[in-house]
Structure formats: C-alpha cells, structure tokens
C-alpha cells in the first residue's frame, strides 16, 4: 500500500485538554512534517465522522491518532485494511501523569513530555508499512493427534465436531491407553461420593465410528517436519528396526556444540533416514497427547519397592483391583519418609491423592472387613473433589493420618509399616497384607523427544527444566502451548489431570490447533499476537551466518538452508521479534516494527543540551505485562517522573542493542528496559525474551565503559502487570541514580 495522504489528529477530550497545551501540540506535529487537527472525542460519532471524511475526501491513509493509549479504543480506531493508524498515548502516558502546576498553568515538564510523544507518532507512522499476510501456496487442514489415550481421542473427536479431519498414532496395539487398566474412575456429578464405571469403552467405540477420524495403531512418528498449514510426519510401525538410534534428548549447552561441530549429533542418523525417506503424511498442526508414566520409587529402600513382594505403585495396584484381586488390608503411602520428611514422591500430585482415596474404597467394596490406611504429608482435592474426600473420611475403614513413613518390613506372611510423627502425636506400626506406593506421574517428555522434529533446534523441546518437562512453554497465559508453533499438549504430558480435566484439557488443545491452522490460512500469527499480519523480513545480501537469530528464536521458527544461511518458517513464527533483537547486522525487520522505525522515535526526542534539570531518559516497555500496567498505573492517577519518556516493544527480547547507542549518542542521560518477570515463578510472554534482554544489557554495559560512560545509565526491571502502583516508585530509583551520575557527557556533540 502507498502511504498516500497522511492525517493527524488529536484528541482534548478525558482531560487532555484541560492540563495540555493543544496549539502547542498541533505545533510540535506541523514541525515534525504533519498537519494535525483536534477534536474533543475523536473516538465519539463527530470524532470518527472528522477522520472519515478526510479519508473520503482527501484520501487520507496513514492515520495519526494522539489520545488514549492504543491498548483501548482499538474498533473505534479501526478505519479498514486500507488504511493504517498509528496511536500516541499522550493520556494514560502524559495528562494523567499530573495536573497543572499551582497557579493553574501548564507544567512545563509535563507539556514536554506530551510533545514527545506526538513526535514519536509522527515518525512512527512515516516509517511504517501496510504488513502482507503471508499465506501459504497451499495448506492442510488435518490434525495430527499423536497418542491413543483418553487425551488424544477426546481431541480427535472434537477436531471432528468442529469439522476437520484427525489422525490418531497409537504405539499400542489399542486405543484407550492407560484406562484400559482402571476400575473405575472419580465421581463426575453429585454428591460426588460413589465411584463410577470406566467410561473409556464409550470413548473408543466413539472414535472407531467417526468417519473423520483415522486411527492408526501399533505406529509411532519417526519424523516431523514443515510447519504450521504444512507439517508432513512421517509414519512407522511401533517398535520397528530403522537406520538410526533412538531419538536422543540434547541440551541447549550440548546442542549448540553440536552446531559448532564440538560435540558429536546423537540424532545425526535419525536426519539421514528423514532425508532417504521424505515422503509422509501432511498435517496442519499437531495435538500431543502422549501421556505420562509411573514415577521410579525403587529408589526409596525403606519402602522396599522391588525387594518386597507386596510393596506395588499405585498404577499396579489399579490393574489388580481390576481384576478383582484386592487384599483385605492395605495401606497407602503417599510421600517417602525418610529423610525425605515433608516431601511427596516425585511427580505427585492432587490426582495421586485422589487416586488413593479411589483405590481404598476398592479394599472396601471387595472385603467386608477392609481396612484402608493412607498416610500422606499432602492431601490435595481441589473442586468438586473434596466432598469425595470428605466421604472418604466418614467410612470408618478408612484411616488417614498425616504422618513420616520410616520403613516397611515383613513380618509373619505379612507387612509392618513403621510410621512416625503422625497427627496422633505417636508411632504406628500397621499390619497389612500390600503396601502402595504413590508412584508420581511423569511426562513422557521427561524420557525421550516424544515427537521427533525435523528442526536445526532438533527433536525436542528445550528448555522445558522450569516446567519439570512438561511440555506446556507457558503455564500462566498461553496453556496448551508448547516450544513449537503449531504443536498443542494436552493431558498427561501437559500436566497431572483426572479423566474429566483431561477431557477439558484436549478439547483446549483441539481448539488451539483449529486456531493455528486457520491462522496460517489467512497469514496471521497465533497467540500471543493473535491476528498480526507481519513476520520478519530478511536482508539475506548482509547476512554473516552468524547464527544468533536461528540460536536465539524461542520457538524454532529458523532453519538453516544448505549454505547455512537462516531458513525462516513463517508460520511457525509468533512475531516477537527476538530474532530483530539478536541480529548485530541490523537486517531483520518487520513491516510495522524495524530496527530504523524504534531508533527513528529514540532520536526524535527532543534532548535539551543546555539544561541540567531536564535530563532524559528512554524506557523501551514490553507490551505484554509492563505497558498494560504502566497505563493503569496512569488510569490510577498515579505521578509519573516527567523526565522519562516510553517506547513500548513487542518484547524486550526484540530490543537490539543499536538503540541503547542511539538513545547515548542523542544525548540521553539514562536508558531502562521494563519487561515480564522471568524465573521459577514467572515466565516471559515469549518464553525467554526478557532472559534475552538481561544477558544482552550485560554486553551493552561493558561496551558503555570502554566508551567511558557509566554502564550504570542502562538497566533492567522486571515487572508484572499487577505491579502498576509500583511502577512510579521503580522509574523514580532509577531517575535519582541517573542525576546522581548526572548529565551524559556527551550531551550537545
């Protein structure tokens, strides 16, 4: 699109015109190169009906719109695809900072601040460009569903609802994975109090009848290739001999020396049977739903897990009670003891909880006088599920106590298990005839690749020790998600769930996929920017292969071609811009967000050079947690320090380093990025961007010292979207240290 006409336009209404000076404003965008106009609602009827009819007109169609912040308003600033709008948030980011001064005048440093940002719309909108969906020539619309259990066949079957066809690859010889060997399954509906019948039978015979859903049995993916619209997996029997090893598990650390050619690729075979065998079915994206195994417990040898005949994991102990054979007295322990004392078994959770209390009531429905014990530091029944607990309780063959196991022995044809520190205040020594052990649930994740992807990245996820290998990239905004555009997980392998969650769960996941496919077919991006038209442009001609871009994309959106070069894969990308960040060539881009747009907006800040009360400050923001709190903060009303100025970026891991020196060699006193928190609790938008940003504010650092400025004028805050009344207080530490250096020393050159 030609950027024909431009219009400017700038809103008095909420109070901006009360404490701004607006012919001062309509002033600065004359000088910037654009004539602007006011309006006191221009989100109102009159207000639109003002930018209308100059698009009719005049043919207006690149838009200034000075007002409220972009993040609200969007419909009523949406003028069609034929037209692009740029927003300056000179509301929540500048009147809202801060009234008059006390004679009622216009403050100065206020006004300044106002004016800066109608600069920066004003550059913004000269140097962006209408974005070109990227759509693929042709695009598959089938879903991959890879594994047989209850996760996968729940989202074959509401991909059929919906109206696409399924796959379904199954390493057994049957459908129903692990449910086949339950006797029964948790209350569904109220009072929540009686087991019910494995409804797993209705599941399968459900699948087998769907005339869009294609099973295939006893097969595994040997390899997965492409991307979202355009996967093409290729197909083999289970178990079977091929030409390579078994996919193996690499690191991050190792995989980059494997790049470098410093360690040996463990996978090397699995890519040369993938290149002598290419053909493969095409899908467009891909559900896992591999599940999970039973947690290793022999490694508790009190307990006596593999020594003692009776002492069996809870998953071996369902199967017995299947077949109907469940001893008189059994108990139940849920954590280890020992010198793990306030400790649970590895991977459990509220289902290996809730499993127990299942599975005691089986000691009670097959003898007339079972006896149940379970002793456990953790009981978790979340929703609906306490009221089974609260059951539970009231059988008096059932005994449940807090307590340390401290072993297990036989004794007389049976068991003794030896427990201490118990809600009783005293030892206990229970004569049973099983012990069960609550064997955690593990990601299949954890062990092997599971998926086997055909990316320079290689087979797996990486990058998945924060989530104890589950799958999921990000357990707080995006579920279902995983590393992998296009390739959605759910039950097991995404986290511990009952059948009834993980029912939910796939459906989740099924619907993600849906998004994904139909997302790549109108050449859009997925979550979190859903519906972004751009992805990044390369100018291969300046290309080093130096590989950062492909190293650093958090989801393996690059690959490399035959000479080494970065291969993209639109459709895989989420829009980040990480690889823009990392570039030192400065030659990745996007239509709508480049290295020379943000550099433009540092500059055209004004930087008075003979005043040392007005220092300025850049501040880049993450658009995903940091600028939507900043703008409460000023819907709060909340003080701004009126010496920083804001640039929101898609996410600090999009920051290149080529800004920092702009904002130094402009004149800037002091530069601060506020991004997501990243770490056990919290975790970036994009996975690692802000992680990215941190380790790159370091390098930045050292290069300011060599330059002999303080490495001290650039940092790094992380911030939640929850932390908006904080904020005033975060940029006013930084303003103070910034003074105390005092003014950049080469302000004025």
């Known amino acids: 699109m030609d950027k024909k006409v431009y219009g400017a336009y700038l809103c008095t209404g909420c109070g901006i015109g009360d404490v701004l000076d607006i012919d001062a404003l309509k002033s600065t965008a004359s000088s910037a190169g654009m004539a602007m106009q006011d309006h006191s609602c221009l989100c109102g009827a009159e207000g639109r009906a003002l930018i209308e009819k100059d698009i009719a007109e005049k043919g207006v169609n690149t838009i200034v719109v000075c007002a409220c912040s972009p993040r609200v308003m969007q419909n009523e600033f949406n003028f069609g695809e034929d037209t692009i709008t740029v927003r300056g948030n000179i509301r929540e980011q500048a009147a809202w900072i801060g009234g008059k001064t006390e004679n009622g005048e216009v403050d100065e440093f206020q006004q300044e601040v106002a004016q800066d940002y109608v600069r920066m719309a004003v550059v913004r909108a000269q140097k962006t460009q209408q974005p070109v969906p990227y759509k693929l020539e042709t695009i598959n619309k089938k879903i991959l569903v890879l594994g047989g259990g209850i996760a996968g066949m729940t989202a074959a079957l509401e991909a059929s609802k919906a109206g696409y066809e399924a796959t379904i690859v199954e390493k057994e010889g049957v459908l129903g994975g692990k449910a086949n060997g339950w006797r029964k399954q948790f209350p569904t509906s109220y009072p929540y109090a009686a087991l019910e019948e494995n409804s797993i039978a209705k599941l399968i015979t459900a699948v087998q009848s769907d005339a869009r859903i294609t099973v295939k049995t006893s097969s595994e993916v040997a390899r997965i290739s492409g991307a979202p619209g355009d996967f093409t997996a290729t197909i083999k029997a289970a178990g079977s001999k091929t030409e390579w090893d078994a996919p193996a598990k690499v690191t991050v650390d190792e995989q980059e020396k494997i790049d470098k050619g410093e360690l040996p690729d463990p996978n090397a075979g699995l890519k040369k049977y993938t290149e002598k065998n290419p053909d493969g079915e095409t899908f467009g994206s891909v559900v896992l739903a591999t599940g999970w195994r039973p947690a290793d417990v022999s490694e508790y040898e009190h307990l006596g897990y593999g020594k003692i005949k009776n002492v069996v994991t809870n998953a071996e102990f369902e199967k017995l009670a ?10 139940f322990i849920q954590s280890p003891g020992g010198k793990e004392h306030d400790k649970d078994f590895p991977y459990c959770n509220s289902v290996t909880s809730m499993v127990a209390l299942k599975q005691a009531k089986y000691v009670r ?84 690749p599971t998926i086997n992807l055909a990316y320079r990245q290689g087979p797996a996820f990486l990058d998945l020790d924060i989530f104890d290998g589950y799958a999921d990239s990000h357990f707080i905004c995006f579920p279902y998600e995983t590393r992998r555009t296009g390739v959605y997980a759910c039950g097991g392998v995404r986290k511990a769930e009952t059948m009834e969650e993980t029912m939910d769960d796939a459906t989740g996941a099924a619907l993600k996929a849906i998004q994904c496919i139909e997302s790549a077919n109108r050449g859009v991006a997925v979550h979190p920017r859903a519906g972004d038209q751009t992805y990044p442009d390369f100018f291969f001609q300046r290309c080093t292969q130096c590989k950062r871009c492909t190293e650093e994309c958090p989801f393996g959106a690059l690959d490399d071609d035959a000479k080494g070069t970065p291969l993209p894969n639109p459709t895989r990308c989420r829009r980040c811009g990480t690889c823009m960040g990392a570039c030192p060539e400065r030659i990745i881009n996007f239509a709508d967000y480049s290295i020379d747009m943000i550099g433009s907006m540092v500059k055209s800040v004004e930087v008075p050079s003979d005043d040392e009360d007005k220092l300025r400050i ?54 601060l990025l506020m991004g997501c928190k990243w770490g056990d ?67 004025g050159f």
């Not at 009221?387 to 807090?402: A, C, E, N, S």
């Open 365 to 448: 429905e097959d003898n007339a006088d079972g006896q149940a014990y379970i002793i456990y530091q953790h009981m978790r029944t979340p929703g609906n599920m306490e009221m089974f607990y609260k059951g539970v309780q009231q059988d008096d063959g059932i005994f449940l106590t807090k307590g340390s196991v401290t072993g297990v022995e036989e004794q007389g044809g049976g068991l003794v298990v030896h427990a201490d520190d118990t809600l009783l205040g005293e030892s206990l020594d229970l004569q049973v005839d099983m012990v069960v052990l609550a064997a955690g649930m593990v990601p299949t994740t954890v062990d092997a």
């Open 618 to 671: 850049i501040v880049f923001v993450c658009e995903n947690d940091a600028y939507p709190a900043l703008d409460m903060s000023g819907m709060h009303r909340n003080n701004l320090n009126k010496l920083v100025r804001f640039i929101p970026v898609r996410c600090l891991g999009s920051m290149n380093m080529v800004w920092i020196k702009d904002a130094m060699s402009s004149g800037m006193d002091g530069a």
């Open 681 to 747: 609790d919290y975790q970036c938008h994009f996975v690692k961007g802000s992680e990215i940003a941190n380790r790159r504010m370091e390098n930045i650092g050292e290069t300011l010292g060599t330059l002999g400025l303080e490495p001290e004028r650039c940092s790094v805050r992380q911030v939640a979207i929850s932390d908006y009344d904080k904020i005033p207080q975060m940029i006013e530490e930084f303003v103070q240290e910034i003074i105390e250096l005092g003014p950049n020393p080469f302000k």
């Open 322 to 331: 299947k077949d109907g054979k469940v001893p008189a007295k059994v108990a």
